[in-house]
């Protein structure tokens, strides 16, 4: 299984796994990880599964598409490194990825 790494905003990490061809979002709901609300449950119609993709996995997943974009307009201190963590598919490739949530979401 791919390992996840989730960072809250006070700093305290806990990696746990995930299943392969879930989200990032779906993950860090299964094992109740603080810091991702999820309110519309992965129909990126929010931005409350905000997550700040540490800079050295950036390149290797995918770029948001527009969608993505236009919600995170709506998120809570928006950064380069911002996703939504439901737009985010998990896959062997991702194995080590580590996400940051922000202090709130949006």
């Known amino acids: 299984m791919t390992k996840i790494t989730f960072i809250d905003a006070a700093g305290q990490s806990r990696t746990v796994e995930a299943e392969d061809g879930s989200t990032v979002m779906e993950t860090?709901?299964?094992?109740?990880?603080?810091?991702?609300?999820?309110?519309?449950?992965?129909?990126?119609?929010?931005?409350?599964?905000?997550?700040?993709?540490?800079?050295?996995?950036v390149a290797r997943l995918p770029k948001a598409e527009q969608m993505e974009e236009d919600m995170l307009d709506f998120a809570f201190?928006?950064?380069?490194?911002?996703?939504?963590?439901?737009?985010?598919?998990?896959?062997?490739?991702?194995?080590?990825?580590?996400?940051?949530?922000?202090?709130?979401?949006g």
């Open 77 to 105: 201190d928006v950064r380069p490194t911002s996703r939504l963590s439901c737009q985010i598919k998990v896959r062997p490739e991702l194995d080590g990825l580590t996400v940051t949530t922000p202090e709130k979401q």
């Open 28 to 57: 860090a709901l299964k094992n109740a990880v603080p810091g991702v609300e999820a309110e519309c449950g992965g129909a990126c119609a929010c931005a409350t599964c905000h997550v700040y993709v540490d800079e050295s996995w």
